[in-house]
């Protein structure tokens, strides 16, 4: 598959979704915990501190599906995080990522 | 003034700051410095459960009877796991708690010590905020937060965990927090309310749906206001009987499963539907895709994931239902809508409820209505999970918000006893009747001599068939007759087992007067159990089956 080809499918298929939670060892239970028990798939996750540590963006790739806008709003209700953003699945987040994932 | 405590000692003055005057739990070794600064506190009346599930539904008892947060204490480990269904619970229903429970020092966590269990992990997906809390200054801070959060927004538990070592670290305090409160919700979005009213002016038969919502947001008395300005004929969710009277003109009881057929009947001839503080449960909706199929739908709640979760809704507002209702009520019509009322009054007469043979109290609908006669409205309502619990909700006559202690979302038996106990205990001078069943009682039993210990007024009114009433129903119904695991080979003398846990106990099977026996058990102070066979072939109905549309009810 040439990368053209997997982007427009990722374009069909995925979201992208950039939430900013508080910076502690429960909240990324918190955010994928919402997904896993709707066993909704999290294709990919990436998530690091931001600026002087005490908030971190956590990315996650996950299927377009009907149940994408609640979803938002189930994270949205959580008490560690602070917003979230959806984003098409070209966002470049994940892009370059590619050489770390070959099998 | 600097003072030196414990985070055992700041977690005891924060409850008593918070205005906690009574809590549930069990002590055991990891939260026993709390339990020691307890002790010391002359404010806080502690009650020994004899089941963390006990105490969780102590604290939800006080919590649902006031509509202020509630707390319940427990150990590590199997303390912790006993006390989650109370949690999960508390989740479905919105009921806003505070779960204490002591964890392994910091230092043995994740090393399986004695008595450790991942208690943060296990209560994340049922709670609305969990903590696992780090150090005695930090305790300072995550109370009053746990308080703002169960009570502020959609209520809902909160689980505190907090380590031995933290407990017993000591600090220096010269400063309190403020305790935590609720926070007001964000105002309605008056153009959505304008174009709310405007529909509800224009609508031809619509109906008012109350949830409990409307029960948390304290906005009964404004949905009634609405539903007599607009002329909206009004159902309630189980959780939001005594929102409107029952014998209100208006009402038309509770919806969906075992409602009225009059009252599904109508619900599928409104043009407009104005859901409040309800979520369009499936045991309200039946088939969703059937529901109110010719309906527009005006929706407000507080959560906005609630909104077009189920069923989309033409109009959203996210908003207290109290807020809303009070920008709503000037903007709408007065209006009788006589020809709508006139045609819900003749689905009534059409279709009655069948209350059969209710003046005979050896049967159900008789033995609640005989309840209720020797009651008045200031009485509190608390029911276990099962037929009993749907007969009472069908005939009980409910007419004040927080009457009704009911476990809706999760259906848990074992809620009954132990939430009367805790509404017993919030609200001294109600009394508090608790109906349940053979198979609930036997769930949470051994609260009966909590019950005795505290000497809370509570009157057990026990419809005992010797079956698992609604499994034995569903296996009769739609599953061939095949009765399997429903009926009990063995049942204990419930009378004998009341008195040995040391309350009183009455026959209703061995009286000559089972209303004359039934008055003077309910008069007499105190914890009472009221035993009184039923029919175990006596069905929960109308039913809609599962799976069908709410129109398509089988039976009576």
Request: hydrophobic content about 45%.
């Amino acid at each position: 598959m040439n990368a053209i080809n997997r982007n427009e499918q990722n374009a069909l298929a995925h979201a992208v979704l950039e939430i900013d939670v508080n910076n502690h060892a429960g909240v990324m239970s918190h955010v994928v915990g919402l997904f896993s028990r709707r066993a909704y798939n999290v294709e990919g996750i990436l998530c690091l501190p931001v600026g002087d540590g005490r908030q971190s963006r956590i990315w996650l790739l996950v299927n377009e599906d009907l149940r994408l806008a609640q979803m938002m709003k189930q994270v949205e209700k959580l008490e560690d995080v602070i917003a979230i953003r959806r984003h098409n699945a070209d966002h470049a987040v994940f892009q370059d990522l590619e050489s770390f994932f070959r099998p | 003034m600097t003072e030196t405590l414990t985070g055992a000692q700041i977690t005891v003055r924060l409850l008593e700051r918070q205005g906690i005057r009574t809590v549930a739990g069990i002590p055991g070794g990891a939260i026993l410095p709390i339990y020691d600064a307890l002790g010391q506190s002359t404010a806080i009346h502690h009650v020994l459960a004899r089941h963390e599930q006990g105490a969780g539904f102590m604290a939800q008892g006080m919590a649902r009877a006031t509509g202020l947060p509630a707390v319940c204490l427990a150990s590590s480990g199997p303390g912790a796991t006993n006390l989650l269904t109370a949690i999960a619970d508390a989740k479905l229903d919105s009921i806003p708690l505070v779960a204490i429970t002591g964890q392994v020092p910091k230092a043995m966590i994740g090393t399986d010590a004695f008595q450790e269990v991942d208690t943060y992990g296990l209560s994340i997906p049922i709670t609305k905020h969990n903590f696992l809390v780090s150090s005695a200054e930090e305790v300072l801070e995550v109370i009053p937060r746990a308080f703002r959060i169960a009570a502020s927004g959609r209520p809902g538990p909160v689980l505190v965990d907090i380590p031995k070592d933290v407990q017993m670290q000591a600090i220096e305090i010269s400063e309190w927090p403020e305790p935590g409160r609720a926070e007001p919700a964000p105002a309605a979005d008056s153009a959505l309310i304008e174009q709310a009213a405007a529909m509800i002016n224009t609508a031809e038969r619509p109906i008012l749906y109350l949830g409990g919502g409307v029960i948390h947001s304290g906005a009964s008395t404004a949905a009634i206001e609405l539903a007599e300005k607009a002329g909206l004929p009004t159902v309630m969710t189980l959780m939001a009987l005594g929102a409107m009277p029952v014998d209100h003109p208006l009402a038309l009881g509770m919806l969906g499963m075992h409602a009225a057929r009059y009252t599904n009947l109508a619900l599928d001839e409104c043009d407009l539907l104005i859901a409040v503080g309800a979520r369009f449960d499936d045991r309200a909706t039946g088939k969703v895709a059937a529901f109110c199929p010719q309906a527009k739908i005006i929706h407000i709640d507080i959560d906005p994931a609630e909104l077009d979760k189920i069923k989309s809704a033409h109009i959203g507002i996210t908003a207290d239902i109290g807020e809303a209702l009070s920008q709503l009520l000037p903007a709408t019509f007065q209006n009788s809508r006589k020809n709508w009322v006139d045609r819900v009054n003749a689905l009534k007469a059409e279709f009655p409820f069948d209350l059969h043979s209710t003046d005979n109290p050896r049967s159900h609908f008789g033995l609640i209505q005989s309840v209720a006669a020797c009651l008045d409205d200031d009485a509190i309502i608390a029911t276990d999970v099962g037929q009993h619990q749907m007969w009472v909700a069908q005939a009980y006559p409910l007419r004040r918000p927080r009457q009704w202690l009911t476990s809706g979302g999760l259906g848990t038996m074992g809620f009954g006893v132990p939430a009367a106990i805790g509404a017993a205990l919030a609200e001294r001078e109600r009394t508090v009747v608790c109906f349940t069943g053979d198979g609930s009682i036997m769930m949470n039993i051994q609260e009966l001599v909590t019950a005795a210990e505290e000497n809370v007024n509570i009157k057990i009114v026990l419809m005992d068939n010797a079956t698992l009433g609604l499994v034995h129903q569903q296996q009769t119904l739609f599953y061939g007759e095949r009765l399997f695991a429903s009926q009990f080979r063995s049942s204990p003398d419930f009378v004998k087992i009341a008195q040995g846990f040391g309350i009183a106990a009455v026959d209703l099977d061995a009286s000559a007067n089972p209303c004359a026996t039934l008055m003077e058990a309910i008069s007499r102070p105190g914890p009472c159990l009221i035993h009184a066979s039923i029919d175990a072939e006596q069905k929960v109905y109308p039913m809609v089956p599962p799976g069908a549309a709410n129109r398509d009810m089988i039976g009576a």
